[in-house]
């Protein structure tokens, strides 16, 4: 049976997106807490993936009793979205990106970006490296379970090498649990400046903020990143980081 990530791959869907998109198909129509108990996920995670179809032309909604109620496109469209979609990605790439830019610039509203998976992990890490080197990369660790641990120390290691490669500074907060670990591994690196905090300090959940983003690590079993773009989100993090710096342990 070919899965939804396979099925919908023409259309460069996530995995969830592939999944709701396959249960909208079947159901035909469906509310957001609907389709987040069909595939069992949170509300506001249905809600967000239903959105995202609506964007890109994938599915559309109507208001009924003030209520949202969304429905797929018709399978003729489908096909057609898909023939289309990798003849334009591949002949105007170039005018895509520039106005994405453009639009980019206007918004003042957050962004939301979500990501599934190690590959998912390794898409949104790749967006740190692109920043310039005098921008300040901020990170506050957490415990990692232990059943990820090795995979876990293998990436970030490989990503932190390619930071230091590309001579961008980073601070990192980490939990006093892993001094012996993550916090020696982190001390070696070049570019880099560490200092412990106690695990009942350390966030819930790793945080990476550079430019006007930050980066939230679900370490779970598969991995979760939740990206947000927003110039006060990410400032409210800077300030409560540079508090907790203060008084960090080298």
Avoid at 92 to 102: G, L
Wanted: charged share 30%; net charge positive; proline share 4%.
């Amino acid at each position: 049976m070919i899965k939804p990530a396979e099925m919908f791959s023409e259309f460069g869907l996530t995995n969830t997106e592939s999944k709701i998109l396959e249960a909208l198909i079947s159901m035909g129509q469906s509310t957001g807490s609907g389709m987040a108990k069909r595939i069992g996920t949170q509300k506001s995670v249905a809600y967000f993936v239903l959105d995202r179809l609506v964007q890109k032309g994938l599915a559309g909604f109507a208001l009924v009793n003030n209520r949202r109620q969304y429905q797929p496109i018709e399978p003729e469209l489908l096909k057609l979205r898909a023939e289309e979609r990798k003849k334009s990605f591949s002949r105007n790439i170039e005018s895509i990106i520039s106005a994405a830019m453009a639009a980019k610039k206007k918004r003042k509203t957050a962004i939301f970006k979500i990501f599934e998976g190690w590959d998912g992990m390794k898409i949104a890490f790749d967006d740190i490296l692109s920043i310039e080197k005098e921008y300040p990369y901020l990170v506050f660790a957490v415990d990692i379970p232990e059943k990820i641990f090795p995979r876990f120390r293998r990436f970030i290691k490989r990503f932190h090498l390619k930071r230091s490669e590309k001579k961008i500074g980073c601070r990192l907060l980490i939990s006093e649990k892993l001094s012996s670990t993550i916090g020696k591994d982190r001390k070696s690196e070049p570019y880099t400046d560490v200092r412990f905090v106690s695990s009942e300090t350390a966030m819930p959940m790793a945080a990476n903020i550079y430019k006007n983003k930050v980066l939230l690590a679900v370490w779970s079993d598969p991995p979760l990143a939740i990206t947000i773009e927003s110039r006060e989100i990410s400032d409210s993090f800077a300030a409560f980081f540079e508090l907790l710096w203060k008084n960090g342990k080298k």
